[in-house]
């Protein structure tokens, strides 16, 4: 199965702070993602990446950068966190292609609050 | 542009109640359609998909058709269960490696 693994299930950090999430996948998949969770909006794209050290903009990429050194390995990075950034954080990966691979495979989340 | 729309909830329903979430979708050509179930405090994870027009994906009873005619592919299962309590997402996947989720529908199945 694959296995889509974050740092955290629960963090809490104070404004202003820099904060990383990490995400990592086992399935050699070439795609990660990055969104946020909120009530009522659903799930909203920040960042994705479809090889090493490519990223690309979102919906909502302000306040938000991110890193990919490793094809397992994407990072996200909160630069300065601010309360409006308080959120469930969600990351996934998927194959590049269709049919059969082209299913998206989520993490467990990172309920991040930021004070 | 490609996006998802899906009834919004919540809903409750009594155990053993018939379930039809319904999605609607906007996209050109032919996209790959999905629905995701995320249970308290987990992450999503794939309930079913079809790949095709007239395709019926299935999983633990719950069942979904995708309708090119109406760009329809509602939930459907004929008997709920109490652990199926959870939020459900449908989302669609066209050219490119990006998908586009609605904003998900919460279920309460009462006993």
């Known amino acids: 199965d694959v296995k889509v693994t974050q740092s955290s299930r629960y963090l809490v950090k104070r404004t202003g702070e820099k904060v990383f999430l990490e995400c990592v996948q086992d399935m050699d998949h070439e795609n990660m993602f990055w969104y946020r969770q909120d009530p009522g909006l659903g799930l909203r794209l920040i960042y994705f990446s479809y090889d090493v050290k490519m990223k690309e903009k979102g919906d909502i990429p302000e306040g938000y950068s991110v890193s990919r050194e490793k094809k397992e390995r994407f990072s996200l990075i909160l630069e300065s966190a601010s309360t409006n950034q308080t959120s469930m954080y969600l990351c996934a990966s998927s194959h590049t292609g269709t049919g059969d691979t082209d299913t998206q495979y989520f993490g467990p989340g990172t309920r991040l609050t930021v004070l | 542009g490609n996006s998802v729309t899906q009834m919004e909830g919540p809903v409750t329903l009594s155990e053993e109640a018939f379930l039809t979430i319904n999605c609607t979708y906007t996209?050109?050509?032919?996209?790959?359609l999905f629905w995701y179930v995320q249970y308290p405090g987990e992450g999503l994870q794939l309930l079913l998909k079809?790949?095709?027009?007239?395709d019926k994906g299935s999983n633990k009873g719950f069942e979904a058709t995708y309708r090119k005619e109406t760009t329809s592919f509602h939930l459907e299962k004929g008997s709920v269960q109490v652990s199926d309590s959870a939020v459900y997402f449908c989302a669609l996947r066209h050219t490119g490696n990006q998908f586009y989720f609605g904003t998900g529908t919460s279920l309460t199945v009462i006993p």
């Open positions: 079809a790949t095709k027009a007239d």
């Open positions: 996209a050109t050509g032919y996209p790959s």
